[in-house]
């Protein structure tokens, strides 16, 4: 959440707002609010982006207003999310606002700076509209960044044109940017929006932060930023099932084994035009229990309208899948959505037989990958698929 990853970037020198505190009830709020003694923002604190667009994010010039604020927000629903947290910090004097980022990129298998001078809540906007405001610069994890890289690629971003006014302040917090993004072992350090205030400073205004958790072993600092129960709901019950599981903003679950074949898939759903609700990773097992736990935990998303079940067979067989789900929706009792069931590998003709002659009434099996998630994009739209 944004206040875990400012803490973060304060930890490794990235300068941000004053530290706020965070409210669970609307009295917290205005109470800090009277702390602080000067307006405020209130916050939304959720896993996902867009809080502002709805109605997440606000302007308080009073104590009165932030729990006015604050009572407004908490309990809203952001893309599935709900907020039980809101940050209250002293309002930024904005004088301008870019966007700036670090990622592993795995198409160059290394990493990414991407940056624009025209950062806010219309970024996603302005790289579709005008690719050339929004700058991508591969870095060489061998070689890292330096002053003069930083420089590089800020003035191929225009932001000398937009008014810096010291070239080398930006570029000194793209570098401590860079560096608390290797050291924390991120796989994304977000600054939207990075603001120049109107004495000159700059500043990060919002932080998001992603920490690659196979090398939370080495950060217990940042594991113990792992809030679970301040998160999504699903997310935290899946990890405690030991599901690899992340709510999207989609209609449309999807499953599968193996992190590879489940982005394969998220893919394929947008190219038959539909949204993915999650990714489910459901590891190796594909045998009643995994399959029930796997299927409750999608199928309890309000949003999913039709379940996508992508299943390679290695060691694990397609009869033994076909079975698997059955089973599990024996245990699960009647469904409202449908499940599209693609079976490939070893013993997928056995696997897709069992389905097609159980003749469950909530199942649609599949051969191929992208029939499968036409068949579930139709379904999720007016539920029926030819």
């Known amino acids: 959440m944004e206040y875990q990853g400012k803490d973060v970037f304060r930890r490794v020198g990235v300068p941000t707002t004053p530290q706020g505190r965070v409210a669970r009830t609307a009295e917290e709020a205005a109470a800090f609010a009277a702390e602080f003694g000067a307006p405020v923002m209130i916050k939304a604190q959720v896993l996902t982006g867009g809080r502002g667009k709805a109605g997440g994010v606000k302007y308080c010039p009073d104590p009165a207003a932030a729990r006015a604020a604050a009572e407004a927000i908490l309990g809203l629903d952001i893309k599935g999310h709900v907020v039980r947290l809101v940050l209250v910090e002293p309002a930024s004097d904005i004088d301008a606002e870019f966007y700036l980022s670090l990622l592993h990129d795995r198409v160059s298998k290394g990493y990414k700076v991407i940056a624009s001078v025209e950062g806010g809540v219309e970024i996603e906007q302005v790289a579709r509209e005008t690719p050339d405001k929004v700058v991508q610069h591969d870095l060489d994890p061998t070689k890292g960044l330096d002053l003069a890289t930083a420089r590089h690629v800020l003035f191929s971003a225009g932001f ?227």
Do not use: C, W
């Open 160 to 386: 000398p044109e937009a008014g810096f006014p010291d070239e080398d302040q930006a570029a000194a917090l793209l570098v401590k940017l860079y560096e608390g993004f290797v050291a924390t072992d991120a796989t994304l350090f977000e600054v939207n929006p990075l603001i120049r205030t109107k004495d000159g400073r700059i500043i990060a205004l919002d932080a998001k932060v992603s920490i690659d958790g196979n090398a939370l072993f080495r950060h217990p600092d940042l594991a113990a930023l792992d809030s679970s129960d301040d998160g999504d709901a699903l997310e935290a019950k899946a990890k405690a099932q030991g599901l690899q599981y992340v709510k999207l903003d989609g209609e449309i679950g999807v499953l599968g084994n193996g992190a590879g074949l489940v982005m394969s898939t998220l893919d394929v759903v947008s190219q038959a035009g539909g949204r993915a609700a999650d990714f489910l990773d459901i590891g190796g097992g594909a045998d009643a229990e995994r399959m029930t736990e796997a299927l409750s935990l999608v199928l309890s998303d309000p949003q999913v309208r039709s379940v996508l079940v992508n299943i390679f067979g290695g060691i694990t067989r397609g009869d033994e899948v076909a079975n698997g789900v059955l089973a599990a929706l024996d245990r699960l009792g009647d469904i409202p959505q449908r499940l599209v069931v693609r079976i490939d590998g070893t013993n997928a003709e056995e696997g897709r037989r069992i389905l097609t002659e159980a003749g469950h009434p909530a199942v649609v099996p599949a051969a191929k990958m992208l029939e499968a998630a036409q068949q579930a994009v139709a379904l999720a739209g007016n539920g029926s698929a030819s």
